[in-house]
């Protein structure tokens, strides 16, 4: 079946900087995408979500945009933390009702 | 506080010997989730259920079994557990239906079959 992929297993940035984690999906008739961050040892939480009916999203410090064009979500971190370096996973769901498939997720270190 | 327990944490077994790691949520969530997580594979869904006696199987089933006899619970049974079940597991919940698809995790079993 198709699924959720991220262009970049790993993304590096220096603290205080922007991060965009990126993510492309396949299926053009999912309906609603997720973005989860992982810490070490700890299950997945959720960040943001957002409808297939919006093309942007705000949250605290984060930012989701999506592209149905290309059908690409992407995760905007405003001045990014050191306690911000995990692991990002995006989702998709195909329709109401059904699960939500993950992508393989991008690893954020934060260096001070 | 709203939660989704696993229990053990960490398991070391050997193949064949029987096994559950036993998941349960305190949010009256109709829908229930496994998932094994593998390094360079994400998430993968093993079962799942929609409510209390329904469950179905996710993309990776093999080798497991569930059940859902009460709605705060659901086992996840590993008959006779091979090495290739080495897996970090997570258990995850939500409110079936509704506007979001927000999952809830739990914090992960890892589980290791020699």
């Known amino acids: 079946g198709e699924s959720v992929g991220l262009h970049l297993p790993t993304l590096s940035v220096q603290e205080g900087d922007n991060s965009i984690i990126n993510c492309a999906y396949s299926?053009?008739?999912?309906?609603?995408f997720i973005w989860y961050k992982q810490e070490s040892g700890k299950g997945p939480q959720f960040i943001i979500d957002?409808?297939?009916?919006?093309d942007k999203r705000q949250g605290q410090r984060v930012t989701v945009l999506l592209n149905k064009t290309v059908k690409h979500l992407s995760l905007q971190i405003a001045a990014t933390q050191p306690g911000d370096s995990a692991v990002y996973f995006c989702?998709?769901?195909?329709?109401?009702?059904?699960?939500?498939?993950f992508g393989k997720g991008t690893t954020l270190s934060v260096s001070s | 506080e709203a939660q989704v327990t696993q229990n053990p944490r960490y398991l070391i077994t050997v193949t064949g010997k029987k096994l559950t790691v036993t998941c349960s949520q305190n949010?009256?969530?109709?829908?229930m989730s496994w998932y094994r997580q593998d390094p360079g594979l994400g998430l993968r869904q093993i079962y799942y259920?929609?409510?209390?006696?329904?469950?179905d199987k996710g993309d990776v089933p093999e080798g497991y079994k569930v059940s859902r006899k009460e709605k705060r619970n659901f086992p996840l049974i590993l008959e006779s557990p091979s090495p290739n079940q080495t897996s970090l597991y997570f258990c995850?919940?939500?409110?079936?239906?509704?506007?979001?698809?927000?999952?809830?995790f739990g914090e992960g079993s890892r589980l290791t079959v020699l």
């Open positions: 989702a998709e769901r195909w329709k109401a009702g059904t699960a939500l498939i």
């Open positions: 949010m009256n969530h109709e829908y």
């Open positions: 259920s929609m409510n209390v006696e329904v469950t």
């Open positions: 299926n053009s008739a999912s309906d609603y």
């Open positions: 957002i409808r297939s009916n919006m």
């Open positions: 995850a919940s939500k409110q079936y239906g509704g506007n979001t698809g927000e999952l809830f």
